[in-house]
């Protein structure tokens, strides 16, 4: 996915929202799948560049800064 805000690493969908993270800067992004407008974000510092958010238990995991972060998803 490459948008004119953001360059994207592979998606996914996971508690009602496509889950990215724009590989330039870092940072996780959750989308509305029918807007497309953002509704998530957090930073999560270097990232390389096919980074791609997972997801288990309720929770989407990124890597970035040489750690994983965890984040709850709200259903």
Same mark, same amino acid.
């Given at each position: 996915m490459n948008t004119?805000?953001?360059?994207? !690493?592979a998606p996914i969908v996971s508690g009602? @929202?496509?889950? %990215?993270?724009? %590989?330039d800067? !870092? %940072? +996780?992004? @959750? +989308?509305?799948?029918? %807007? !497309? @407008?953002?509704v998530f974000t957090y930073q999560l510092g270097s990232v390389v560049h096919f980074e791609s958010p997972s997801s288990a238990d309720g929770m989407i995991f990124a890597c !970035?800064?040489?750690?994983v972060t965890a984040v709850f998803i709200s259903t």
């Amino acid at each position: 996915m490459n948008t004119d805000s953001f360059t994207s !690493g592979a998606p996914i969908v996971s508690g009602s @929202a496509v889950w %990215t993270i724009d %590989t330039d800067n !870092g %940072t +996780l992004f @959750a +989308l509305n799948p029918s %807007t !497309g @407008a953002s509704v998530f974000t957090y930073q999560l510092g270097s990232v390389v560049h096919f980074e791609s958010p997972s997801s288990a238990d309720g929770m989407i995991f990124a890597c !970035g800064n040489d750690q994983v972060t965890a984040v709850f998803i709200s259903t």
